[in-house]
């Protein structure tokens, strides 16, 4: 009888011992799932921030982008009145006579 009260004692430590561990694993398993549930809201947070952040410099990288365009356009229209005021003045120049000073012409 005292074999047996032995053996039971041991099997209740043994199942004690068990349920202790399942409780210890139960617990750490909610203390994990926790702590992933925590990164997983950082990691949103984090990616609508980088959003946000890759928003603000499609704005601004598009206002670049116009304002670069409009700044060649502008340079493009100096040009072609560069060149008609050259073209301008090439015309008063020869009406004038004045394209052929100081050129020499030699008689052949």
Known sequence: MLNEIKK???RFGALEATMVTKDALTAMEQKISKEIRALDAKIDVSF???HGRLAKLE???TDA???LDGFVKHLE???QELMLTQRDVT???RHLGLDKIG???VEK
């Open 8 to 10: 039971l004692s041991a």
């Open 48 to 50: 609508e921030q980088l």
């Open 59 to 61: 704005v601004v990288y």
């Open 65 to 67: 982008l116009n304002r």
């Open 77 to 79: 229209a100096e040009r």
């Open 91 to 93: 015309l008063i120049r």
């Open 103 to 105: 050129v020499i012409e």
